[in-house]
C-alpha cells in the first residue's frame, strides 16, 4: 500500500513537473513572441512611413497606413501567442468573430466615426494644411485619423473633431481654391458724390499689386441706409494673401476717401416734431 502511494505520489510529482516547464516554457515564449511582435510592428510601421515621406505620398493617408500596418503585426502577434498555449486558428477566427460583433453592437458611434474617417479619406473635401468650418467646428487640418481629426483653431487651441460630425454635415473649405472674393461694405455720407468715392476706392483696389486683373476689381453702390449710402468693394485676390490684403485695405479705406472730400458717416436718426408734439413738451 506504501510503495502504490509512493508511485502514485511519483507520478504526480512528474505531471506536474513536466507540466510546468511545458507552459513555463510556452509562457517565457509567448512573452518574447510578443515582446518582439510589438517591436518589429513599430520598426515596420516607422519603415513604412520614411517610406511614404520619400515617395511624397499625400500627408493624409500616411498616419492612417502606418496605423494599419502597426495593427496588422500587432494582431498577427497576438493570434502567434496564442498558438502557443495551443489555441487553434479556426477557434481564433470564431472568437474574434464573435467579438467583433459584440464590440459593434457597444461601440456603433466609434464605427461610424470609423467609417466616416474612410469616406473623408476616399473622398477628401479636405486635406492637412487646408481650413474648414462646418459652423461649429473650425480650424486647420492637422490629421485625419480613423476615429477624429486633429485641428488647430485659429488661436492656437488643439481640436479633435470627430469624423462622423465633419462627414454628416455640410462643410465649408477655405483653403481649396486658389483664389478668394473680398467684399468690403463702406458707408459715404448723403452728402458725398458716390461717383467720386466709387472712383477713389476702385484707384485704391488697382493699386494695390496683390489684387487680380481678372476678375477686375469694381466698387458699387449696395444699399441706402438710414445714415449712409452704402457702398461694396469686391476684388479677387490669391487664398494664401486674402487676409493680408483685407486688412491693408481696410486700413486705406478712409484715407482714400478723405482724399476725396468724402467721409464715413456716423450712425444718425433725424427727429422731427410737429407743433403738437412741441405744445405737449412745453405743457
Partial sequence: MNILAVNQLSSIWNFLLESSLHYGLNAVLAIF????GWWLSSR????????????????????????????????????AVLGQFGVQTASIVAVLGAASLAIGLALQGTLQNIAAGMMLLLLRPFQVGEYISNGSIEGTVDEIGLFATKLTKADGICLFAPNNQLWNSALTNFSRNNTRRIDMPVGISYKDNPAVAIQALKELLLADERILAAPAPFVVVTDHADSAVMLNLRAWTTTSQYWDVRWSIAQKVQAALAAVNCTIPFPMRELHITREAEAKLAA
Fill in 33 to 36: 513572441t510578443l515582446a518582439v
Fill in 44 to 79: 515596420f510601421a516607422n519603415a513604412l512611413d520614411r517610406v511614404m515621406l520619400r515617395a511624397s505620398l499625400d500627408a493624409t493617408l500616411r498616419p492612417v497606413l502606418r496605423s494599419l500596418l502597426l495593427w496588422l503585426v500587432r494582431l498577427v502577434t497576438l493570434v
